[in-house]
Nanobody, 115 residues
Framework: QVQLVESGGGLVHTGGSLKLSCAAS????????MAWYHQAPGKQRDLVAT???????SYYGSVKDRFAISRDNAKNTMYLQMDSLEPEDTGVYYC?????????WGQGTQVTVSS
């Protein structure tokens, strides 16, 4: 079983940056795929970025060239560096881990981008 705890959210102005962290209870190197999701107010949860166990990254929606997903296996932590933030990036960001057919979620961290 994997437990995930996100942190790093907050309030930032348009054009600002934040770095989210996702601390995992297990060894993240063994996790098949880790991902970040974004849920804007009143909307569904959308996939933002994925990171495979081989290190392959993928980005979705409007975050390409602005966000970067990475991990530190020694710290069992995944990150999401968010630059050039826009008001549309406001919402709750969730960390997800997929391991042996099971999907695990963190509790989310709130990001608010003011215009």
């Amino acid at each position: 079983q994997v437990q995930l705890v996100e942190s790093g959210g907050g309030l930032v102005h348009t054009g600002g940056s934040l770095k989210l962290s996702c601390a995992a209870s297990g060894i993240i190197a063994s996790i098949d795929v880790m991902a970040w999701y974004h849920q804007a107010p009143g909307k569904q949860r959308d996939l933002v970025a994925t990171l495979s166990s081989s290190g392959r990254t993928s980005y979705y929606g409007s975050v390409k060239d602005r966000f970067a997903i990475s991990r530190d296996n020694a710290k069992n932590t995944m990150y999401l560096q968010m630059d050039s933030l826009e008001p549309e990036d406001t919402g709750v960001y969730y960390c997800n881990a997929f391991l042996s057919g099971v999907s695990y979620w963190g509790q989310g961290t709130q990001v608010t981008v003011s215009s």
